[in-house]
């Protein structure tokens, strides 16, 4: 009876260990919910606008927004609207806000919103409230590389258009002249894709503005704090133009560089240069498809000669293409059909070699500034904004074995968020919709998968 007695005592001790242990986890679960408390200089925040959710991977998702006053960037997020936790992003008090939310679970719906004093941010067509992270192929990731486009190293005015050497627009201009758009946007992606890790970048064409020898030479000066290997391609601002030689080839030395082992550049007697590679059983392959006079979008016979050969001895492996101007275009997109490639006999003939190599899984363009992708005869062609303005960033590009998980990130330094503020509401004419609506993309062209 003694024993009962005290096992008893024993059980009654240990449910009470058990009571006090459930409120104090209760009682910090519940400390989690609590607001944030808002701070007497954040007071003067009246509204939020220009939110967007721009990134979203496998366990993460990266908000950005503006606030009329100064604040901290704080998110509240969980997988009920019931439940959400408080997170502050930047200590720091801004008005261009950027919020990176980690450690999440893929393939799983989270709600969120954002606060920026005593005001909370509402859900738009840009920024839903509610995200679903994305499932990765398979579990077996296998490497990533960093690809970025139109850079326009010189550049003094953004956006202006001209036809005929007449201006169709003012275009953007940013205020300090020492600290130019095009100086601290490219120094950011490269600062932060050293950060998010790669390894290697694909630096997809439209290095400089006005194909400039000084202006590739600003840029390799800024490629050099690249902490991995980076492998250069040619965009129609990277032309030979009128110069006496080719500045492109001449100041990245292509005809002896080699970036990764066992890559080595073609230089066709058109002038055309190209590389592939392979990398962890994956091979890539880099196009030249400017006209080297006027940089109009054109591929040599010499250079699709070389382009069916290299895929024909390569059919076993999952290759993935690499060229400035884009492929394909819908018939209602007029940017489209203005932008993609203009010699319609080498267009045809480098579509017809990519339908006959099923081993091609993606095509990444630039040129046209914007998140876009269609597809072709099941292989997804995909259009990446620039870095250099809005919405201004580069892209990470995860291997699996089974697929290829693709992010756009913004650059999030301070002149960077505040430059694609600028960019965002930007008209490039008069009554058409701002670049947001043509550039930012759709959530699945900034961030999406593709499966093999």
């Given amino acids: 009876m003694k024993h009962i007695i005290l096992r008893m005592k024993h059980l009654k001790l240990l449910w009470l260990i058990l009571l006090f242990s459930s409120l104090v986890v209760g009682c910090s679960s519940e400390k989690e ?234 230089i066709d007697e058109y002038g055309q240069v190209y590389i592939s590679f392979v990398y962890k059983g994956f091979l890539f392959i880099g196009l030249d498809s400017s006209d080297l006079k006027t940089g109009w979008g054109k591929l040599s016979d010499q250079q699709l000669d070389w382009l069916e050969k290299t895929l024909e001895d390569n059919r076993d492996k999952v290759t993935i293409i690499f060229i400035h101007h884009p492929v394909v275009s819908q018939p209602d997109d007029l940017l489209g059909q203005l932008s993609v490639l203009n010699d319609t006999s080498s267009r045809n003939r480098l579509l017809d070699i990519i339908s006959k190599n099923e081993q091609v899984k993606a095509v990444y363009s630039g040129h046209t500034h914007r998140n876009k992708s269609n597809y072709y005869k099941g292989v997804r062609f995909s259009e990446m904004a620039s870095v250099k303005d809005y919405p201004g960033g580069y892209a990470i590009h995860r291997v699996y074995k089974n697929g290829i998980m693709t992010n756009f990130y913004k650059t999030r330094c301070d002149e960077c968020r505040q430059w694609s503020t600028m960019g965002k509401n930007y008209e490039f004419f008069p009554n058409l919709p701002a670049a947001q609506y043509i550039m930012f993309g759709n959530f699945d062209e900034r961030n999406f998968v593709v499966k093999w």
């Fill in 33 to 266: 919910a609590e607001e944030i408390k808002i701070l007497p200089e954040e007071q003067n925040v009246t509204k939020i606008i220009n939110e967007e959710l721009v990134t979203v991977t496998d366990n993460s998702f990266i908000v950005t927004w503006e606030s009329d006053s100064e604040s901290r960037s704080i998110i509240y997020y969980g997988e009920t609207t019931e439940k959400m936790k408080g997170y502050v992003c930047e200590d720091k008090l801004v008005k261009f806000h950027y919020c990176e939310v980690k450690d999440l679970e893929s393939g799983k719906t989270y709600y969120y919103y954002t606060m920026s004093g005593k005001v909370k941010g509402e859900p738009n067509e840009f920024s839903p409230g509610v995200v679903t992270t994305l499932s990765p192929p398979s579990n077996e990731f296998i490497f990533s590389f960093a690809s970025m486009n139109d850079l326009h190293f010189g550049e003094e005015i953004a956006g202006l258009i001209t036809v005929g050497g007449r201006k169709l627009n003012e275009g953007m201009k940013w205020p300090d002249p020492q600290n130019p758009h095009w100086s601290f946007m490219n120094r950011a992606a490269i600062q932060e894709i050293n950060e998010r890790g790669a390894d290697f970048v694909i630096i997809n064409g439209d290095i400089t503005s006005e194909y400039k020898e000084d202006e590739f030479q600003k840029a390799k000066e800024y490629f050099s704090i690249f902490k991995m290997p980076y492998i250069p391609l040619r965009g129609n601002h990277d032309r030979v133009g009128d110069n006496p030689e080719d500045y492109f080839v001449k100041v990245f030395d292509l005809k002896n560089f080699s970036p990764i082992s066992g890559a080595k550049y073609n």
